[in-house]
């Protein structure tokens, strides 16, 4: 009897040990973990899959019976704004010990989400004159780093449009960021005149209760396209947190 226990303990421990994570597909979100094309996010589900995770996806309206059973909630590149009863569901969840990672597409539909979570956005895209990629200010390598072990092992990474992000409280803080010189087109006009220069937060760490969260200011970091190189490191790293 205890051979047969210990065999059937042997072949659940691996989900037990792992858990679900979920993926928002019901705000909008026009990239998804099961499509296989560049600015899709297979190749992020793989890398969790691959650290012992089941990865599902959720269209249902966010609650304490949807989130039911989970250990991470992943919202990529919303389109659309939660419902107040969805943040306060996902506020629940973290408070529980969840994990909730957000990455931005547009930054206004999830405003009330990270207002709820005392984060604010930017007005734009960052643009950025140091560490650029291929002569495109909205690409660039991030290098300013906090230690977190989301960073483990990673000295930068890459985005292609990244809103800025500021913590509005202790209970957050700016995990990596710009250089100082990166600037909002605020008005439009292709240049930096009016606008002032700063330090834009990119990833942004915080608690809630027995959980934590992270809101990145991209989601094409995650994006097969991106997924390569540190980016790829950074997504294993992700893996082990929201494990």
Do not use: C, Y
């Not at 005392?118 to 906090?146: A, I, M, P, T, Y």
């Amino acid at each position: 009897m205890s051979i047969i226990v210990l065999a059937f303990l042997m072949m659940t421990a691996p989900a037990l040990a792992g858990g679900k994570v979920l993926f928002d597909n019901g705000h909008g979100e026009r990239f998804q973990v099961k499509e296989q094309g560049p600015l899709q996010l297979s190749g992020l589900a793989e890398v969790i899959q691959g650290a012992g995770l089941e990865v599902a996806t959720v269209d249902q309206p966010l609650s304490d019976d949807t989130l039911s059973g989970a250990r991470a909630l992943v919202i990529s590149g919303g389109f659309a704004p939660l419902h107040p009863n969805e943040i306060e569901a996902v506020v629940r969840f973290i408070e529980n010990g969840g994990h909730v990672a957000i990455m931005l597409h547009i930054a206004p539909p999830m405003a009330s989400l990270l207002n709820r979570l005392q984060v604010s956005h930017s007005n734009g895209v960052v643009q950025e004159r140091e560490n650029v990629l291929d002569g495109d200010l909205l690409n660039f390598r991030v290098v300013r780093l906090k230690e977190h072990p989301l960073f483990k092992g990673v000295t930068d990474f890459s985005v292609h449009g990244a809103w800025g992000l500021i913590n509005q409280t202790d209970s957050a803080q700016v995990i990596a960021a710009t250089g100082f010189q990166s600037w909002v087109d605020l008005d439009l006009d292709q240049k930096q005149a009016k606008e002032e220069t700063a330090s834009f937060g990119i990833v942004v760490a915080g608690t809630v209760g027995k959980g934590s969260f992270l809101v990145f200011g991209d989601d094409a970091i995650f994006q097969n396209k991106f997924l390569e190189g540190n980016n790829k490191i950074l997504a294993a790293n992700l893996a082990a947190w929201l494990k």
